[in-house]
Structures are given as structure tokens and as C-alpha cells.
């Protein structure tokens, strides 16, 4: 059983559950994702403004809702790569729905 299988208290709401995956300033970092894996530093400078701790936190919390998985390959230097689980890819047409809705958006208030 995965981390998001044993949460006992999520919204009643279904809405409200899938904005609590995914909402937030920088848990949406999840579509730098889509196409490959990525290591921690890429993703930072990826994600103008983020700061470590929490670019960490939010991967953390990715991990612990089942969305993304993390790699350590145990080397020195340290190589970790992150990437979308299939849950994380199921996600995928929601994030590409809001970019869509945010780019017909902006067209109309600009």
C-alpha cells in the first residue's frame, strides 16, 4: 500500500483532494517531469525563486502522495534523479488542462 493509499484524512470533496496533490506555488513543478527525469539542481534551475529547502519539501511531499519517485544511486558525488510515477503521469491531462486555461486567460486580460 503507497503513501496516498493510507491517508486517512482527505476533503470530502474530490476537488479539493486533487488541488491538495497538486496545489500550491511550486508542487505544479511536477510537469517539469513529464518527458524525462530530472536531477534536484536541474529542477531548481528550472523553478526561477525556489529555494532548496522548499523545492525539497515539496518533493518530499510529492513522494510521500505517490506522484513522483525518487532514484539515489548511491555515488560520490551524489546523483538522485526524479521523475512521474504513473500516478503522477495519470495527473498529466489535469496540469496540461490549467496551462491550457491559463494561456486562454491571459489572452483575454491582455
Same mark, same amino acid.
Given at each position: 500500500? &503507497?503513501?496516498?493509499?493510507?491517508?486517512?484524512?482527505?476533503?470530502?470533496?474530490? %476537488?479539493? &483532494?486533487? %488541488?491538495?496533490?497538486?496545489?500550491?506555488?511550486?508542487?505544479? /513543478?511536477?510537469?517539469? /517531469?513529464?518527458?524525462? @527525469?530530472?536531477?534536484?539542481?536541474?529542477?531548481?534551475?528550472? /523553478?526561477?525563486?525556489?529555494?532548496?529547502?522548499?523545492? &525539497?519539501?515539496?518533493?518530499?511531499?510529492?513522494?510521500?502522495?505517490?506522484? %513522483?519517485?525518487?532514484?539515489?544511486?548511491?555515488?560520490?558525488?551524489?546523483?538522485?534523479?526524479?521523475?512521474? @510515477?504513473?500516478?503522477?503521469?495519470? !495527473? !498529466?491531462?489535469?496540469?496540461?488542462? /490549467?496551462?491550457?486555461?491559463?494561456?486562454?486567460?491571459? &489572452?483575454?486580460?491582455?
Amino acid at each position: 500500500m &503507497t503513501a496516498y493509499e493510507e491517508k486517512k484524512e482527505l476533503p470530502a470533496c474530490p %476537488v479539493a &483532494t486533487s %488541488v491538495s496533490l497538486i496545489g500550491g506555488k511550486w508542487k505544479l /513543478l511536477i510537469r517539469n /517531469l513529464k518527458s524525462c @527525469t530530472l536531477r534536484f539542481n536541474e529542477l531548481q534551475r528550472d /523553478l526561477d525563486g525556489i529555494s532548496q529547502r522548499v523545492l &525539497t519539501h515539496s518533493l518530499r511531499q510529492m513522494i510521500d502522495d505517490g506522484l %513522483v519517485y525518487r532514484i539515489d544511486y548511491h555515488e560520490n558525488p551524489p546523483r538522485v534523479d526524479y521523475g512521474l @510515477t504513473d500516478f503522477g503521469k495519470d !495527473m !498529466m491531462p489535469i496540469i496540461n488542462a /490549467l496551462a491550457d486555461f491559463g494561456n486562454y486567460y491571459k &489572452t483575454i486580460v491582455e
